[in-house]
């Protein structure tokens, strides 16, 4: 229906989540050979993560100056963008920060990171002023007029984001730390996986254990081929020490994924 819509109305914007992305992708040759797309200006991708094989299957599709990503929040703190060619020569780059902003990575005392050091994304607007609303319930944090979304990540010498994972929900296994976005963008390029999410369950002998669920189609995973495919991927420490499979979505329609949920029904006492 959306590639229908492109192709009657000559649509020049599209906004997107990687679900979306992937569900348009997934369609049979032939329906996508039949109709026109060629109208896009832009196609924004937001709101999640999208699997780097995906981007690039839409980059070779619509070209790379098409394809657009945005970071940014509902909080209106601030954001970054990137398109398609610049993400070519910085994979994994969420872009640089959008006019009418600023932007620092902080460590926890407060000083911005060095290039490569991963810290607490921080934004605010030139104009002086951050956010006029927030999600109920939820406390500002501010480092002096800067304030954050819980996002971690890092700059590049060229002043490009990089991020890590939310605050939240970072792992902390044998005192190193691992970001569940790395290792599951290395789960999503195995074939066959539609989608994985990645949380730290209780150790008693690490703290956490990196713990990976994987939603494939029918519920199949060669979890040998899959552990050859991250070894040479991940560092060992960030390799999930336990996988369980599903048919599940584990992602909503825009993209989002409950990982305090995810993360309660495993340690939940078995009834």
């Not at 009657?8 to 997107?16: A, E, P, Y």
């Not at 494939?216 to 070894?231: H, M, Q, Y």
Request: aromatic share 8%.
């Amino acid at each position: 229906e959306t590639l229908r819509l492109i192709d009657r109305h000559k649509v020049k914007w599209l906004f997107q989540v990687p679900t979306m992305m992937h569900r348009i992708w997934s369609l049979p040759e032939a329906v996508k050979a039949r109709y026109d797309i060629g109208s896009l200006d832009a196609v924004m991708h937001i709101a999640a993560a999208c699997p780097p094989w995906l981007k690039r299957k839409w980059i070779d599709w619509v070209g790379a100056e098409t394809v657009w990503e945005l970071y940014t929040g509902t909080e209106a703190l601030g954001g970054t963008s990137i398109n398609g060619a610049e993400w070519l020569a910085r994979p994994g780059s969420v872009g640089t920060v959008l006019p009418g902003y600023e932007l620092k990575v902080l460590d926890e005392m407060g000083e911005p990171c060095a290039p490569g050091e991963v810290g607490e994304i921080y934004f605010l607007p030139k104009r002086g002023r951050g956010a006029t609303y927030r999600y109920i319930g939820a406390e500002p944090k501010a480092k002096g007029e800067f304030e954050t979304l819980g996002d971690m990540g890092y700059l590049d010498e060229d002043g490009f984001l990089y991020l890590a994972d939310r605050r939240v929900d970072l792992i902390v296994t044998g005192g190193a730390n691992v970001y569940p976005a790395e290792v599951e963008a290395a789960i999503d390029a195995w074939p066959g996986v539609l989608c994985s999410v990645v949380i730290g369950l209780p150790d008693v002998d690490m703290g956490q254990r990196v713990h990976a669920i994987v939603e494939t189609a029918d519920g199949s995973l060669d979890e040998e081929g899959l552990r050859a495919f991250l070894s040479v991927r991940i560092a060992p420490y960030k390799r999930p020490r336990t996988l369980e499979v599903t048919t599940e979505r584990l992602r909503d329609d825009a993209g989002k994924v409950r990982r305090g949920d995810l993360r309660r029904a495993r340690m939940a006492p078995a009834t």
